[in-house]
C-alpha cells in the first residue's frame, strides 16, 4: 500500500437532511462498485451501512458507518453519515477526517434545515462537495427549484452540470452539459448500464442555455476560463471544462450541482464519476498543522508515506467480535500491525494489533495502512475520540473535535443490583464512543442522569443497554437541560474561619461578579495586588468558583456566562491553606449570585415544519401555544413550510401532536439553537417542581 498512487483515493462523505436518500445512494454506489451483489432498500431493512438493529427498525441511519469500494481504479473512502440532528456529532467527527464530500438535496423539498446544517459544518472544515439533488423520479420533483434554493439558502457559488431529461414518472436520464450528450437508462439491470446519445431535440436550446451559465460562473474565478470567454471563443473542450471544475471544487469557489433517482437506479454512476473527476485526493489538500507537544511549536505534516506516522482516532464503535474498533485517518506516513505508537494527548504508547479496512460492519485484515487512508484498529486502551496517535519518535498533535452540548437528560434506574452493575460499565463503553452522551449522578437525588442531543438519541442509548448490553432499566420523564445566571454586576465577601484547639483554618476572599455575554462561559481574573492573597492560595478560589458553578442559587442548575474577578482578601500566617479559601471562593461564588439578579435560562430549538397546505393554520396554532416565535412561513415543492424557533420543553411528543394534526401528512425537523430566558412564569413552575422533587427524597 505505501506505493498506492495517492492521487487515486478519494475519501468522500455523503452528507444530506434526514429522508434525502444518503443511505440509498450508497447502497447503489456499492451495488455499480462491485462492492454488494444484492442492493439493499432502508425500507426493508437489508442496507450495508445502516446495520444496527435500530437503523434497521427505524429506517434511519444512526452511526456514521465507513466503507471501502473501488471505481475505475480509484479507491473510495465512503462515510454514510446520519441526517438526524440528534446524531449530528456523527456528521462532525467524519467531515473532520474527509477531503471531499457529496450533498444529498431531496429534488421535492430542495434546501431543507438539516441540509443547511451539514453545508455549514462542511464549510467550517473546508470540504469541498459536489451537490447531488435525489428524487427526480418523486411528484412534485423540480430540479430548477431546488438547484436555485442551493444559491439562494446556502449563498454557495452552484450551477448545474447535469440536467434532468423527464421528471417524476417520465425521468428516463440527464444531459451531460460538460460533455454535451445525454444519458438514458434502458432495460431491467437496475440501472448498471445507460447509453450515451445526443442531446433530445427539445432540450438543445435549455441544454445549451445553462451550459453558457456553467461556463460564465467558470469564468468568475478561473482564469483560464475568463481569458478565453473574453476573447469572445465560447467553444470549450471537454478536458477544459473539466480541469477548471475542479480547480473551483478543490477551493471551494465552486460547487457542480448533479442530478439522479437513486432509488431508480438514475444517476449514480455519472456522480461516481464526479467524485473521482472532482473532489479531492489526499494529496491535493494542504500539509496538516500540527503541534510539537514538548514544544509548542508548529509542525507540518505532508500526505507522504515516507514522513513520520501521524493520524486522528475519529470514531470508537463497539463490535461483538473483537470488542473495541477504534477508526483513524493516516495524514502521514505509514503503520504496520505491531509498530508502537505514541498517544499525545495522554502521553503514552501502545503497539497496534490488527489493521482492518470496514466494510460497515464488515472487514478485512490489511498488512500496512499509509498517509491518505481510513482504516480500524481493535483492542486499543488509550483510544478516545479526538486522540493524536503518531511516530513515538516524533511525536505531533491534532487539533481536536468540539460537540456540542446537550440539551435534553432523564433519570435511569437499574432494576436489578445485577443491572446496576452492567450499566455502569455499559454507559461508560456508550460515553466513550458518543462525545454527546453526558452521565452525572443528581447530588440531591442520587439518581443517575443521562444527558443527550434530543428524545431520540436518548431512545437509542436506553435501547441500546438493552440490547446491546442486556440492562434494564427504569427510565424517567425528559428534562430540559436548564441553565442559570447572573443579570448584575456585585461584590462579595467570603470569609471561612474556623478555630478548634489546634491549628485553625482561615480564607478571606472579595470577588466581583460579572454577566458575560451568552455562550461566552466561565471566565475567573487574578485581579489581586501587593500580595494580598499568596500566589499559591490563588488557584483554589478559582477551583472553589468552578465547583460552584455546577448548581445555582435558584434551582441548582449549572451556572453559565458569568466572569469573576478576585481583587481583594486576607491571610494568616499559620492557619490559611488551600481549602480555606477554596470553600471561602465557594461561599461568596454562591453569596453572589444571589445578589446579582439570578435568572434561569432554556434552551431554544430551531424548528421546521413541512405541511399541507390544509394543515397550516392548525399547525400554526399548535406552535403558537408552544411559545413558538415565526419567523418564516412560505412553499416547498406542493407543500407549506413554516420556520420558527419554540423552547425544547414544549417540544416533547410533538412528532405525535404533528402527526395527528394532519393525519400523518406532515414532517419536521428540530436542532439546538440558543439559550435564552425563561419567562417569570414558566421559571417560576419550574424552579418549585425542583424544590419539590429536592424536599421528596
Known amino acids: 500500500m505505501a506505493d498506492f498512487d495517492l492521487t487515486k483515493v478519494r475519501n468522500t462523505g455523503i452528507i444530506a437532511h434526514i429522508d434525502a436518500g444518503k443511505t440509498t445512494t450508497t447502497e447503489r454506489i456499492l451495488y455499480y462498485t462491485g462492492k454488494s451483489h444484492k442492493i439493499g432498500e432502508v425500507h426493508d431493512g437489508n442496507t450495508t451501512t445502516d446495520w444496527m438493529p435500530q437503523e434497521r427498525e427505524r429506517g434511519i441511519t444512526i452511526t456514521a458507518a465507513a466503507i471501502s469500494t473501488t471505481w475505475h481504479d480509484y479507491i473510495i473512502n465512503i462515510i454514510d453519515t446520519p441526517g438526524h440532528v440528534d446524531f449530528t456529532a456523527e456528521v462532525e467527527r467524519s467531515l473532520r477526517v474527509l477531503d471531499g464530500a457529496v450533498t444529498v438535496f431531496d429534488g421535492v423539498q430542495g434546501v431543507e434545515p438539516q441540509s443547511e446544517t451539514v453545508w455549514r459544518q462542511a464549510d467550517r472544515y473546508h470540504v469541498p462537495r459536489v451537490a447531488y439533488i435525489n428524487k427526480m423520479d418523486r411528484i412534485g420533483a423540480d430540479f430548477y427549484m ?152 508548529e509542525v507540518l505534516r505532508k500526505a507522504d508515506p515516507k514522513d513520520p506516522f501521524c493520524a486522528l482516532l475519529f470514531k470508537i464503535q463497539p463490535d461483538p467480535f473483537v470488542g473495541k474498533l477504534t477508526f483513524f485517518r493516516v495524514y502521514s506516513g505509514t503503520l504496520k500491525p ?83 452493575q452492567k450499566m455502569g460499565l455499559a454507559m461508560g463503553r456508550l460515553a466513550e464512543e458518543d462525545q454527546t452522551f453526558r452521565i452525572k449522578t443528581d447530588e440531591e437525588t442520587s439518581q443517575t442522569i443521562i444527558s443527550g442531543m434530543g428524545e431520540l438519541h436518548l431512545d437509542i442509548i436506553v435501547d441500546r443497554l438493552k440490547r446491546e448490553f442486556n440492562v434494564q432499566a427504569n427510565v424517567g420523564r425528559p428534562q430540559v437541560a436548564f441553565r442559570e445566571s447572573i443579570k448584575k454586576a456585585v461584590e462579595v465577601e467570603g470569609k471561612f474561619i474556623r478555630q478548634s484547639g489546634g491549628r485553625g483554618q482561615y480564607g478571606h476572599v472579595w470577588l466581583k461578579l460579572e454577566p458575560q455575554a451568552l455562550n461566552k462561559g466561565f471566565e475567573f481574573v487574578d485581579g489581586i495586588k501587593q500580595g494580598r492573597i499568596p500566589k499559591e492560595f490563588i488557584p483554589a478560589v478559582e477551583k472553589g468558583c468552578r465547583e460552584a458553578l455546577d448548581s445555582g442559587v435558584l434551582a441548582g442548575f449549572p451556572v453559565v456566562d458569568v466572569k469573576v474577578t478576585l481583587f481583594d482578601g486576607s491571610f494568616h500566617d499559620v492557619d490559611s491553606s488551600e481549602i480555606a479559601f477554596k470553600i471561602a471562593g465557594a461561599m461568596a461564588f454562591k453569596d453572589g449570585c444571589r445578589k446579582a439578579a439570578p435568572y434561569l435560562m432554556e434552551p431554544i430549538m430551531k ?91
Open 146 to 297: 431546488s438547484a436555485n434554493s442551493i444559491v439562494e439558502k446556502l449563498g454557495a457559488n452552484a450551477s448545474p452540470i447535469q440536467l434532468p431529461i423527464g421528471v417524476t414518472e417520465t425521468f428516463k436520464g440527464l444531459v451531460d452539459l460538460v460533455k454535451m450528450k445525454a444519458l438514458i437508462w434502458v432495460g431491467d439491470d437496475l440501472g448498471a448500464h445507460f447509453d450515451e446519445v445526443e442531446i433530445p431535440a427539445d432540450m438543445v436550446e435549455l441544454s445549451k442555455k445553462y451550459r453558457d451559465l456553467l461556463v460564465e460562473k467558470l469564468s468568475d474565478f478561473d482564469d483560464a476560463i475568463m481569458t478565453k470567454y473574453l476573447a469572445g471563443d465560447h467553444n470549450f473542450s471537454e478536458a477544459e471544462l473539466k480541469a477548471a471544475i475542479r480547480r473551483g471544487t478543490l477551493t471551494c469557489k465552486f460547487f457542480p450541482v448533479l442530478c439522479g433517482s437513486s432509488y431508480k437506479n438514475k444517476g449514480v454512476q455519472p456522480m461516481l464519476d464526479a467524485v473521482v473527476d472532482f473532489l479531492p485526493s489526499p494529496l491535493d489538500v494542504p500539509p496538516l498543522m500540527c503541534t510539537d507537544p514538548n514544544t509548542g511549536e
Open 338 to 420: 505491531g509498530d508502537t505508537v505514541h498517544f499525545s494527548r495522554k502521553n503514552t504508547q501502545e503497539r497496534i494489533g490488527r489493521i482492518l479496512r470496514m466494510h460497515a460492519n464488515k472487514r478485512e485484515e490489511i498488512k500496512e495502512i499509509s498517509a491518505g487512508d481510513i482504516a480500524a484498529t481493535v483492542a486499543i486502551k488509550s483510544a478516545t475520540v479526538g486522540e493524536t496517535i503518531c511516530d513515538p519518535d516524533h511525536p505531533v498533535m491534532l487539533e481536536g473535535m468540539n460537540f456540542p452540548e446537550p440539551v435534553i437528560s432523564i433519570s435511569i434506574e437499574p432494576k436489578s443490583k445485577e443491572d446496576e
Open 607 to 697: 424548528v421546521d415544519v413541512t405541511t399541507p397546505e390544509v394543515n397550516m393554520g392548525d399547525v400554526i396554532g399548535d406552535l403558537n401555544s408552544r411559545r413558538a416565535k415565526i419567523s418564516e412561513m412560505g412553499s416547498r415543492g406542493n407543500a407549506r413550510f413554516v420556520r420558527g424557533t419554540v423552547p425544547l420543553s414544549e417540544m416533547f411528543g410533538y412528532a405525535t401532536v404533528v402527526r395527528s394534526i394532519s393525519q400523518g401528512r406532515a414532517s419536521f425537523s428540530m436542532e439546538p439553537s440558543h439559550y435564552e430566558e425563561v419567562p417569570s412564569n414558566v421559571a417560576k413552575t419550574v424552579i418549585e417542581k425542583r424544590t419539590q422533587a429536592a424536599e421528596a427524597v
